[in-house]
């Protein structure tokens, strides 16, 4: 089992930059798949993006492709999600997920398949 604790929220000037981070206990962090997703006030949580295991996989939300960038520091055990040029849309908590799986891969998108969530950072930004 995995314990997640997010940081870095605040208040971000619209096109401006934030780096959201998330560690990770134990020392299997390089045995799990991570994601982030957000949830706006009056909304569902949605899938933003999310790294494999092994790093070499990213994947991103349509919405935010070519501004918000996943990564991970196995040394760390942190996966980050730096989010640049946001905008208002991108107000929402933010949490951080993870998962294991010992045979295959998981869905990455769907927020059902992580088992372990963070309990979220704020992030708003003001035009």
């Known amino acids: 089992q995995v314990q997640l604790v997010e940081s870095g929220g605040g208040l971000v000037q619209a096109e401006g930059s934030l780096r959201l981070s998330c560690a990770a206990s134990?020392?299997?962090?390089?045995?799990?798949?991570m994601g982030w997703f957000r949830q706006a006030p009056g909304k569902e949580r949605s899938f933003v993006a999310a790294?494999?295991?092994?790093?070499?996989?990213?994947y991103y939300a349509d919405s935010v492709k070519g501004r918000f960038t996943i990564s991970r520091d196995g040394a760390k055990n942190t996966v980050y999600l730096q989010m640049n040029s946001v905008n208002s849309e991108d107000t929402a908590v933010y949490y951080c997920?993870?998962?294991?799986?010992?045979?295959?891969?998981?869905?990455?998108?769907?927020?059902?398949?992580?088992?372990?969530w963070g309990q979220g950072t704020q992030v708003t930004v003001s035009s």
């Open positions: 790294i494999s295991r092994s790093g070499g996989n990213s």
């Open positions: 134990g020392r299997t962090f390089g045995t799990y798949d």
């Open positions: 997920a993870a998962d294991q799986r010992i045979v295959g891969s998981i869905n990455y998108y769907r927020r059902d398949e992580y088992r372990y």
